[in-house]
């Protein structure tokens, strides 16, 4: 069965550094987003890309936090500098259409110390 | 702005206690209501899609209902395997987005 894969699973870092997410959709699959899991919340969207266009970045904290898929394939969600309030699961998820649920990686679980 | 809502927090159900989980919603324009299982540690799960009032769906022990106003999910017979975070989010006709509740954690003791 088709994955979205995403590393790494876990990443701790110190207050102030740069952390960097990566995800790889299911292939063939054009629409790829970013959401943040506080935990004990409901996922929310962070950013959402058609092919290598960003539709809607309106919730990311554009003043820290970018993120690109350059060749529409994968992409990288980036923190600079990390704040301890990101601390959160940073997850991925791909959709065929709009029709159809999305299929969401594992996730990366991000402590900010 | 879509409004997701769940209850109860959480669920502990003995084995065999079937249940329902509750999804209130507001939205303009509702394309679809899915609903998704999440492990601890992990990304969630898809399980249904429900376009209309009065759909209909079930997957094992699991059966899906949807109002205009509202979901449950029906949890019949659980097994300890069923605990899990069941999320139940909301998308717009005119939006690719999904919008979350804050799930329902269900225990399920043996």
């Known amino acids: 069965e088709a994955e979205v894969a995403q590393s790494p699973r876990y990443k701790i870092t110190e207050k102030s550094q740069a952390v960097a997410f990566w995800c790889d959709p299911i292939?063939?699959?054009?629409?790829l987003y970013w959401y943040r899991q506080i935990l004990g919340q409901g996922p929310e969207l962070l950013v959402q890309f058609q092919d290598e266009s960003v539709v809607d970045d309106s919730q990311l904290p554009k003043d820290r936090f970018s993120a690109e898929r350059l060749k529409g394939v994968d992409s990288t969600l980036k923190i600079q500098p990390a704040e301890l309030g990101d601390s959160a699961m940073y997850l991925c998820?791909?959709?065929?259409?709009?029709?159809?649920?999305?299929?969401f990686g594992s996730g990366t679980r991000l402590t900010v110390v | 702005e879509d409004q997701v809502t769940q209850s109860p927090e959480a669920l502990r159900l003995q084995e065999g206690e079937s249940s329902s989980l509750n999804c209130s919603y507001t939205?303009?324009?509702?394309?679809?209501l899915f609903w998704y299982r999440q492990d601890p540690g992990k990304g969630p799960e898809f399980l249904f899609t429900?376009?209309?009032a009065g759909e209909e769906k079930e997957k094992e022990r699991l059966k899906a209902t949807l109002t205009k106003k509202e979901s449950f999910l029906h949890i019949t017979a659980p097994k300890p395997e069923d605990s899990a975070t069941y999320l139940c989010a909301v998308r717009r006709r005119d939006d690719y987005k999904l919008s979350f509740g804050a799930g329902t954690t269900v225990t399920v003791r043996a």
């Open positions: 939205v303009s324009g509702l394309r679809g």
């Open positions: 292939s063939g699959h054009a629409t």
């Open positions: 429900l376009y209309s």
């Open positions: 998820a791909s959709s065929k259409d709009t029709g159809s649920g999305y299929t």
